[in-house]
């Protein structure tokens, strides 16, 4: 069984959706909680970076942990078809810096 | 600023050759960190270095790789000698240090590796 898991779509929304994107994970030493986007042949590039749980919000993205469900999600609000890309979840434990990442998620939004 | 920098971008080696990858973390970044994905799989950790020193090798898939971080600036990774299933696409990563907890951590572009 895999540490993450996520379900890797697509997904796809027409613009303007609000759109939900979730990982779960088994291992409850994970204490922070990342969420990357990727474009096709670029990098990770980190969205959103959460330590424990509660909710972080910046612009249209809000990300939320839920440690008790070991539940992680990612909204975005006012979907753009510039967000269309592949996002991955990932965390990390106090101590060891090594992420374990989901498989990620492929989103496509409609124009 | 720049980003984290990999070089080459894409590398085609036939099996049993060596190839050797590149990163360049961001200016005052003392961790860097290698990641791999292979076809169809999510991104795994191969290993982290602080500054110069491997902190962290438990994602090291065997001894055929060998990474290095000359001065705890650049770091290589190289693989001696190359196999089929070591096709995929290598990751860099950089975070500056942190007391106690963790900081984010910020990837480069990647390096396509194709064995034939």
């Known amino acids: 069984q895999k540490e993450v898991e996520q379900d890797p779509g697509p997904l796809s929304v027409p613009e303007g959706a609000i759109v939900s994107l979730n990982c779960t994970y088994s291992n409850s030493a994970f204490q922070y909680f990342m969420w990357y986007r990727q474009y096709s042949r670029k990098g990770p590039e980190l969205l959103m970076y959460?330590?424990?749980?509660g909710n972080k919000e910046d612009g249209r993205f809000t990300a939320q942990v839920d440690k008790s469900s070991k539940y992680i999600s990612l909204f975005i609000r006012d979907s753009q078809p510039s967000d269309s890309a592949t996002y991955l979840c990932a965390m990390s434990r106090t101590g060891r810096r090594a992420l374990t990442f989901g498989s990620g998620t492929r989103l496509q939004v409609q124009p | 600023e720049a980003g984290v920098t990999q070089f080459p971008s894409h590398s085609v080696i036939e099996k049993g050759q060596t190839v050797t990858l590149r990163c360049d973390p961001i200016?005052?970044?003392?961790?860097l960190y290698w990641y791999r994905r292979v076809m169809g799989k999510e991104i795994k950790f191969l290993l982290h270095f602080v500054k110069e020193s491997k902190q962290d090798e438990s994602g090291m898939p065997n001894n055929r790789f060998l990474a290095e971080r000359t001065g705890g600036t650049y770091s290589t990774l190289k693989v001696q000698p190359a196999e089929l299933e070591d096709s995929g696409v290598y990751f860099c990563?950089?975070?500056?240090?942190?007391?106690?907890?963790?900081?984010?951590?910020?990837f480069g572009q990647g390096t396509r590796l194709t064995v034939v």
């Open positions: 990563a950089s975070s500056q240090g942190g007391r106690g907890g963790n900081t984010e951590a910020f």
């Open positions: 200016s005052g970044h003392d961790n």
């Open positions: 959460t330590y424990s749980s």
